[in-house]
């Protein structure tokens, strides 16, 4: 076994980590100066609500001699999730006081911890209503969403009678005129919002005729006329008066 002394005289100024290292052979390799001490990391944590319960979360990290490896972020209900950057996100299950704890790992394994606190709200949901009517049949329709993702029910109430739950009901109207319907959309935490939407009914006449629509056609100067009944969609009757022509012009469904 072969041992050896090797003299050093420490250098002024030689209080950091690394110092410049002295090669005595290819084999080893001796530093000089104090052993290495790491300063320890610091970190904060902000919050922003960004949708009801939903919360966007930003840490804030001091470094000296490191980088920053991971941060560790676990919420009040006892979720946790592992990021590598100093963002995240969170939707909390329920409104209230909620907080949020990081864990900021360095990469000399040190550690620094912060939390932070709030309160949360149930975000209330949104919705629109539309109605379109075929005859004395009226479809109601709603388009709702909810800002922490979560599903919705509708309820529907009316005039003549309307009730219906769904996100989209038809409804056979005993009369006609103006009809009303107002939509509730629900959420899975209670929230609600609601829309109100009105259609009008058109009377047919004594004929059954609820309207006649006239448009051209290739003949030349001659017009078209149709005629539509009660029943959604059809077609009462329909005829052509030639052009400079006159008079009445009998077809099924009524007389135009």
Known sequence: MVSFVVPLTALPGATRFPAPPISINSRYVLYYGPAPINSTPTVTVAATATNGRSVSFAATATLAESTAQSYKWTFSDGTTKTTSV?????????????????????SFGLTATNTISLAVTEGAPTVTAVAAANGQAVTWTATGTDPEGGALTYSWTGNDGFTGTGASVTYTYPTAGAKTATVTATDTMGATATATSSVTIVAPDAN?????????????????????NT??????GAAMRPAGASGVINVAGGTL
């Open 86 to 106: 100093n963002t995240t996100s969170y939707t909390f299950p329920t409104a209230g006081n909620v907080s949020c704890t990081v864990l900021l790992t360095d």
């Open 208 to 228: 059954g005729i609820i309207t006649a629509d006239t448009f051209s056609t290739a003949a030349a100067g001659a017009t078209a006329v149709a005629a539509r």
């Open 231 to 236: 029943e959604p969609g059809s077609l009462g």
